[in-house]
């Protein structure tokens, strides 16, 4: 587009990209002003079971973006949840923000409600604390707690930094038991709380700073304030 003389910076046109410019120029394309980037949000959304994870599924499923309110923007979710899982699940505008929370370095706590088929005793479950090969997967080192033994099923509470696809279940076929329930609670310092399923809550953007060091733009817009969001089609 440089090349072919369609931009311009503060009204000239410019030939070569190797030009810094600052918050202050002014950035056109074909005469139109280039907008400034959307502020960077947040969202809490409980995912129910037998969504998935994906803008599109191959096999026609429900997924999650079908579900969504019209009025939100279009979101990326951060990591996923598989089908048959639910619970807390972040969506957010910024593909920068997203691939910073899933990074296994970011060093994040994700803890689950699961409950399994079996009776889990510390010995059964030491194998997963101290992290486990599962078909050439090493899964790094669980926290695991027993809640309760309720009859055939048992509850635990699961926490760990990586989340890679069906690790819980995986590495829980692997000490003899069947996962029949998953729920994640909490992401970081992101909770599920009462959120309903299928409910959506916005993090505040003085939340957001506080927890990521990102810089405020500009405070929420009040209600009545808030520009109308284009309508999501739905299958």
Same mark, same amino acid.
């Given at each position: 587009?440089?090349?072919?003389?369609?931009?311009?910076?503060?009204?000239? $046109?410019?030939?070569?990209?190797?030009?810094?410019?600052?918050?202050?120029?002014?950035?056109?394309?074909?005469?139109?002003?280039?907008?400034?980037?959307?502020?960077?949000?947040?969202?809490?959304?409980?995912?129910?079971?037998?969504?998935?994870?994906?803008?599109?599924? *191959?096999?026609?499923? *429900?997924?999650?973006?079908?579900?969504?309110?019209?009025?939100?923007?279009?979101?990326?979710?951060?990591?996923?949840?598989?089908?048959?899982? /639910?619970?807390?699940?972040?969506?957010?505008?910024?593909?920068?923000?997203?691939?910073?929370?899933?990074?296994?370095?970011?060093?994040?706590?994700? =803890?689950?409600?699961?409950?399994?088929?079996?009776?889990?005793?510390?010995?059964?479950?030491?194998?997963?604390?101290?992290?486990?090969?599962? /078909?050439?997967?090493?899964? %790094?080192?669980?926290?695991?707690?027993?809640?309760? %033994? %309720?009859?055939?099923?048992?509850?635990?509470?699961?926490?760990?930094?990586?989340?890679?696809?069906?690790?819980?279940?995986?590495?829980?076929?692997?000490?003899?038991?069947?996962?029949?329930?998953?729920?994640?609670?909490?992401?970081?310092?992101?909770?599920?709380?009462?959120?309903?399923?299928?409910?959506?809550?916005?993090?505040?953007?003085?939340?957001?700073?506080?927890?990521?060091?990102?810089?405020?733009? /500009?405070?929420?817009?009040?209600?009545?304030?808030?520009? $109308?969001?284009?309508?999501? =089609?739905?299958?």
């Amino acid at each position: 587009m440089i090349v072919a003389g369609r931009v311009t910076v503060n009204g000239q $046109k410019i030939d070569s990209p190797a030009l810094n410019v600052t918050d202050g120029d002014i950035i056109t394309v074909d005469g139109a002003t280039v907008a400034e980037a959307a502020q960077s949000r947040l969202w809490l959304y409980h995912k129910p079971a037998g969504l998935v994870t994906t803008e599109r599924d *191959e096999k026609n499923r *429900e997924t999650v973006f079908a579900t969504l309110p019209d009025d939100l923007p279009r979101v990326m979710s951060v990591g996923r949840l598989d089908m048959n899982s /639910e619970g807390l699940l972040l969506l957010t505008n910024d593909g920068a923000l997203k691939r910073r929370l899933e990074l296994p370095s970011t060093g994040w706590l994700r =803890k689950y409600r699961v409950r399994v088929k079996g009776n889990p005793t510390p010995e059964i479950l030491a194998p997963l604390e101290a992290g486990i090969h599962v /078909e050439e997967q090493h899964y %790094q080192p669980m926290r695991v707690t027993i809640d309760r %033994q %309720q009859g055939a099923n048992a509850w635990l509470t699961v926490g760990l930094r990586e989340g890679k696809n069906r690790e819980i279940r995986r590495a829980m076929d692997m000490v003899g038991l069947t996962v029949n329930r998953l729920i994640r609670i909490s992401y970081g310092p992101f909770r599920l709380g009462e959120l309903k399923p299928g409910e959506v809550s916005e993090i505040k953007p003085r939340i957001l700073a506080d927890q990521l060091g990102i810089s405020r733009q /500009e405070e929420a817009p009040k209600p009545g304030t808030r520009s $109308k969001a284009k309508s999501r =089609k739905r299958s």
